[in-house]
């Protein structure tokens, strides 16, 4: 299935969103959020989102800088 991550097509086999974010190497990451269909969800809620085909994840992750 084809997944909307930040605007970009991606591939999914699928699973839920946990499954996604560790996929992509982001689950562990720190300080990141995570909307699905234009709602934020919680990294504890993770697990609980089956991903369907054309969902929209939209991924912040923190940078550093000054």
């Known amino acids: 299935m084809q997944l909307l991550v930040n605007s970009k097509s991606t591939p999914f086999d ?26 934020v969800v919680a990294k504890e809620d993770w697990d609980e989102y089956q991903l369907q085909p054309n969902d929209q994840i939209l991924i912040i992750e923190p940078t550093q800088g000054g």
């Open 14 to 39: 699928g699973g839920s969103l946990a499954q996604f974010l560790k996929q992509a190497g982001i689950f562990e990451a720190k300080g990141v959020a995570v909307a699905l269909n234009q709602e």
